[in-house]
């Protein structure tokens, strides 16, 4: 039994809570898993700091992170949240079997049809130049995005097929499941229920999915992202539908960086360059194609989940 019913706290006092939540299943898994990882990869607490090349590492304590950042907190804020006494944590984050195989296709079609728009907003992100005044930020912020670059081409670059398998694992299946589970089951609902304005939540909810990522020439993809994933989460009331979206975007990049050398000469060699911030007739065509067809699927999703809801409500009659 609950000593206090948090599921009619204020939705700002919920927010406090999940962040205080996170920061705690932080700072307690990184403290196990830094334990387990000591005979494991054979390292000590003072060579902790200088585990740069240790890539094994690098990804163990990844994986780890996604889950004490992301996973157990919404779990937690689930069950904290509900308001009712069973099956709670499944109920609140809306976890349900996907309802047919069309629903499923539009959801695997969308995140391959926003990959060209997302890559021209990528471009226009990262030629954004602050004022004078704000250079010291702006070389701050490169250097930061160069060190992150730096890590992802380390975890990414591999010609092993075992090591494709632990990126998908790593960078696709449980950032999928943690961010969603965190930014769409958790957060996006608690911003629905304060502004009470689903365009408001949801573009709220992705712009602190994005600010997370603590990348800002990727803000505004990223940005655009978490908001279609939260509007498939929103129509489909099902957590599963920007989970599954959430992975193929991932999956196939890192899929793609696995061939890169392959790719060289093709539109899609751009996509790991962050220098290539051209702008040409044929990136303005693909992102007009790509928004089109976006918009188009979305909109076919939307009214498919809609026509759901009708049917069941005439069912229910």
Do not use: C
Not at 87 to 114: C, D, G, H, T, W
């Amino acid at each position: 039994m609950r000593f206090l019913n948090f599921s009619t706290l204020h939705p700002f006092a919920q927010l406090l809570f999940l962040v205080f939540v996170s920061i705690a299943s932080l700072m307690l898994t990184v403290a196990v898993s830094t334990l387990i990882a000591i005979p494991l990869f054979g390292i000590s607490f003072e060579t902790l700091g200088q585990t740069s090349e240790n890539i094994a590492y690098l990804k163990y304590s990844q994986a780890m992170q996604s889950v004490g950042l992301f996973i157990v907190p919404a779990l937690v804020a689930a069950y904290i949240f509900s308001e009712t006494d069973t099956k709670q944590i499944r109920n609140y984050l809306q976890i349900k079997r996907p309802e047919n195989s069309r629903n499923i296709m539009f959801v695997f079609l969308i995140p391959l049809a926003a990959m060209p728009i997302i890559s021209f907003t990528g471009k226009l992100n990262a030629g954004i130049q602050l004022p004078e005044s704000l250079h010291a930020l702006e070389l701050s912020m490169q250097a930061l995005e160069e060190t992150a670059k730096k890590i992802v081409e380390k975890f990414l670059i591999t010609n092993s097929y075992s090591a494709l398998f632990v990126n998908i694992l790593i960078i696709a299946i449980l950032p999928a499941i943690g961010e969603e589970l965190f930014f769409r089951g958790t957060v996006q609902r608690i911003l629905l229920r304060w502004t009470s304005n689903p365009h408001v939540g949801i573009f709220l909810a992705s712009a602190i999915f994005s600010f997370i990522h603590f990348q800002f020439y990727g803000f505004i993809p990223r940005l655009l992202l978490g908001m279609v994933f939260g509007y498939l989460f929103f129509w489909s009331k099902n957590i599963w539908y920007p989970i599954i979206a959430h992975f193929i975007n991932n999956a196939v990049a890192v899929i793609l960086y696995f061939f890169y050398n392959d790719l060289q000469g093709t539109p899609f060699a751009d996509e790991f360059d962050s220098t290539a911030h051209a702008i040409d007739n044929s990136v303005l065509m693909f992102a007009a194609v790509s928004l089109s067809a976006l918009i188009a699927l979305l909109y076919t999703f939307y009214k498919t989940q809609k026509n759901k809801q009708n049917d069941n409500l005439l069912q229910e009659k």
